[in-house]
């Protein structure tokens, strides 16, 4: 199965960890990362696509993408 998630947050330090935890847990960026500007809050919001091959798992909707 291929596991996809679009991750997003506030252009800062936390973000930045929460990608490379997810690259440590074996999970690819696919494509460039995005940015918009959020004028409410006055900061930048980035996301980024990563991707997962999981070998012998079957996609189902009650799959919890965090727990992989």
């Known amino acids: 199965m291929k596991a996809y998630r679009y991750i997003t ?3 800062d330090a936390e973000f930045c960890r929460r990608i490379t935890q997810l690259l440590n847990q ?3 960026l696919a494509g460039q990362p995005t940015l ?3 004028a409410n809050k006055q900061r930048v919001i980035c996301g980024q696509t990563v ?3 999981i070998s012998g798992l ?7 993408l965090n727990s992989i």
């Open 36 to 38: 918009t500007y959020d």
């Open 9 to 11: 947050g506030p252009d």
């Open 58 to 64: 079957e996609y189902s909707e009650d799959i919890d």
């Open 51 to 53: 991707l997962k091959e």
């Open 26 to 28: 074996g999970w690819e």
